[in-house]
């Protein structure tokens, strides 16, 4: 039976049919037919799991499948076994043998054997005590941690100042409804069959606040955790996308645009790190339809724009609108696509295309010459790396130039413009990136001023240098991004745990990036009591608003030990493709076995009552 029953009411008339779709009720409003879905899907459940839990234990009753039994002649091992009157009555001991089945076969006595005793605490020593956490290898947004107060920790511990915790909590948990993974299954089946079969909008179903979660909390779930198929598999339809089958192909676009995380950190549809994306402006063309067939090496068929026809004025195939928005949407982000791919993507004829492309398409504007607006405060120095307040906004977007009279966030933020931004190309606070390859100069050195900023090279902007081939070494500041980290091992140490190093590694070289949650400063000073606690913190300040926790998830760096006279490596929060990261890096030439010190500041050892971190970070001392 499910163990956690919120909001359930039974409704014995509601049950499903035998094929597990469920009828619409005949109701009148919006929070009936909620209500009723939702109660019938509790009863559903309710048998389906009473049928489950049956069947795992039916499974975990079954007997062990035998191999077939081979008859086979045994011996009895032949010992020299003394008699009861030769050895002692404390050394002699009696072995058994059972057959397949099971039964005795044979008994006798053993030989006399000597064992030595070997003592245990001598020889297995205790492994070094050390706090555990999710191994990552990026860093997960957390946010801040529940209001609800789960439980005091060390509540069993005199010492332990509880007032603090429940000074930075304004409930219990206790206080919240649970709802666990069986009201999780249910409600999200109940949201399939309100959206997919009742057709329902997901505002309707939220405002009728009858479900225990939302919609924003139920496709969270989906991308957290697998459910189990409880109904038929004709009526288990996926429940992501929510998207309605008489959208339009531009409303189908913008709903994954929406949706989708550009960053090029991160790449991926409903991202939890970048938690507030944009769509992505249209794309001007750069090639003039005259100038197209330049592109083409071979002619798709014999409908090829490239083939002179006298179709123009012929009636041609039959182009419904939602062809022709299909081509409008494609064209508006990729307007220099070519008439024989076009084709595919519309199953239309190449030369129709061609037509309707011509049409649409504005000629390409000619190459505008750069003037670069003046403004003051423009070099991207370690001020916009190290920005307390860059990595808490959105590239701007706005009308206008970038200047204080059009809220600009960089102005306000007193940064650069970034390739993400809104603004024009030509704008003057834009960042450039860095010249090294057409100076003849390594980036990765102080002759690099991406590598001066503190800012990894971007390869939409550094193209002289190769920062987008992977496969090129030329561009020796993409370590980050690239994820070119140096070997590592966790042994013991001095001080319990270390990280030692089990390659060469030269001065300045990426050894890892230290990597855990996202979290905010609220958090930081809720996470302070324990931590304090412990006399044990894994938070790195980030910028002004966010830090690093690598107390419950994070990486191998956690185990760097600090010294602060033989420290030979040093941390630096670097501007990686629109996000703040911390580098952990060489601060010398290092040689195999080697452990790890970083200088953990004055600021580390003082309380963290207050603050819950190492506000004297040891940042950017590459």
């Known amino acids: 039976m499910p163990t956690d029953t919120a909001g359930m009411t039974p409704v014995p008339d509601s049950q499903p049919d035998a094929g597990g779709s469920v009828p619409t009720p005949p109701v009148t409003t919006i929070a009936a037919l909620v209500r009723t879905v939702y109660e019938s899907l509790w009863d559903d459940y309710s048998a389906w799991h009473i049928q489950d839990s049956q069947n795992t234990l039916a499974n975990l009753a079954r007997p062990v499948p035998r191999a077939p039994k081979v008859e086979h002649a045994r011996a009895a091992p032949v010992l020299e076994t003394p008699s009861l009157d030769v050895l002692d009555e404390d050394d002699a001991f009696e072995i058994t043998d059972f057959d397949d089945e099971g039964a005795v076969a044979n008994t006798y006595l053993g030989p006399n054997i000597k064992i030595d005793s070997v003592g ?47 000074g930075n909590h304004k409930y219990f948990a206790w206080q919240k409804p649970y709802v666990g993974p069986d009201t999780q299954a249910v409600v999200v089946e109940a949201y399939k069959v309100l959206l997919v079969e009742c057709g329902l909008s997901t505002e309707q179903i939220d405002k009728t606040r009858i479900l225990p979660l939302t919609s924003t909390e139920v496709y969270k779930l989906i991308a957290e955790r697998k459910f189990p198929s409880w109904r038929s598999m004709n009526t288990c339809r996926p429940l992501l996308p929510p998207r309605d089958n008489a959208m339009s192909p531009r409303e189908t676009l913008n709903y994954f645009l929406e949706r989708f995380c550009n960053n090029l950190n991160c790449v991926t549809s409903f991202c939890t790190t970048h938690l507030q994306t944009r769509i992505p402006a249209p794309v001007a063309p750069k090639i003039d ?8 090496s071979d002619p798709c068929g014999r409908n090829c724009f490239m083939y002179p026809t006298s179709s123009d004025a012929s009636i041609g195939t039959l182009w419904t609108p939602t062809d022709i928005e299909t081509l409008h949407v494609t064209l508006d982000y990729a307007p220099d696509t070519l008439p024989c791919d076009l084709a595919v993507i519309v199953r239309k004829p190449c030369h129709e295309v061609f037509r309707q492309r011509k049409a649409y398409v504005s000629p390409a504007p000619p190459p505008e010459r750069t003037v670069r607006t003046t403004s003051t405060n423009l070099t991207f120095d370690m001020r916009d790396a190290r920005n307390r307040k860059m990595a808490t906004r959105l590239p701007c977007q706005h009308a206008g130039p970038c200047d204080a009279r059009s809220g600009c966030a960089c102005v306000l933020t007193r940064a650069s413009c970034q390739t993400r931004c809104g603004c024009a190309k030509t704008c003057g606070r834009r960042w450039k990136g860095c010249t090294c390859a057409r100076s ?17 090279c971007d390869p939409e902007l550094c193209i002289a240098c190769e920062a987008k081939d992977v496969n090129s070494n030329m561009c020796r500041n993409v370590s980050i991004q690239r994820g070119k980290t140096k070997r590592t091992e966790v042994r013991e140490s001095k001080w319990g745990l270390g990280l030692f190093i089990v390659e060469p590694c030269a001065k300045n070289e990426l050894i890892a990036e230290y990597v855990g949650e996202l979290i905010y400063n609220p958090t930081v000073r809720s996470r302070a009591g324990v931590s304090t606690h412990k006399a044990r913190s894994y938070i790195f300040d980030l910028n002004r608003r966010i830090a690093i926790d690598g107390a419950h998830a994070g990486n191998v760096t956690r185990y760097i030990n600090h010294d602060s006279e033989h420290a030979n490596c040093n941390t630096a929060v670097c501007w990686v493709n629109g996000d703040h990261r911390i580098a952990v890096c060489a601060a010398r030439k290092l040689v195999e076995g080697e452990e790890l010190f970083i200088d953990y500041g004055a600021g580390f050892f003082k309380s963290t009552s207050a603050a819950g971190s190492n506000t004297n970070n040891p940042l950017n001392q590459r």
């Open 440 to 456: 003849a100069r390594l980036c990765g050195t102080r002759h690099c001023s991406c590598f001066r900023a503190y800012v990894e």
């Open 120 to 166: 245990l605490l001598d020889a297995v020593k205790p492994y070094p005590q050390y706090d555990a956490c999710t191994s990552i290898s990026r860093n997960i947004m957390k946010g801040d941690d529940s209001e609800y107060l789960p439980f005091f920790p060390f509540s069993d511990d005199p010492d332990y100042e509880f007032e603090f915790d429940n």
């Open 289 to 296: 339809p005259e100038n197209l067939g330049e592109a083409v």
